[in-house]
């Protein structure tokens, strides 16, 4: 039996509430080297999610998905905005919409 369960089995449910109503929480899962896999509930505000986590067969797990340090600046995303951009000009973009705009209207008709 787990410590957290240590007299909450009678009585009340207030205990019961671990799906995250207190705090936002995100699941973090571990992998140990046997393939194990251990999934802990983190509060999103936690300063500091550990990287390993003990697994319960004894061997260390790590943390899936554990990245690297983000890279200070990402690489501009280019929008499909900044395409259209490169592409036609507002004024072209502009006579564009004007005739699409009148086929639609042509149809509405
Ligand atoms: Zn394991």
């Keep these: ?46 300063d500091e999610i550990p990287t390993t986590w003990p697994c319960a067969c004894g061997a260390t797990g790590m943390m899936l998905g554990a990245k690297p340090e983000a890279p200070a600046e990402r690489k501009h995303v280019r929008t499909h905005w900044d395409m259209l951009l ?13 005739e699409r705009l009148e086929v639609i209207r042509a149809k509405a008709s």
Excluded at 12 to 32: I, K, N, W
Excluded at 35 to 45: A, C, D, L
Aim: one cysteine or more; charged letters at 30%.
């Design 1 to 46: 039996m787990g410590e957290s369960m240590r007299g909450s089995r009678l009585g009340t449910t207030s205990y019961e509430v671990d799906s995250g109503e207190y705090a936002p929480r995100a699941l973090t899962t571990y992998v140990c080297d046997q393939g194990h896999r251990i999934t802990m509930p983190f509060s999103v505000e936690a």
């Design 86 to 98: 490169e592409r036609r000009t507002i004024k072209d973009l502009e006579g564009i919409l004007k």
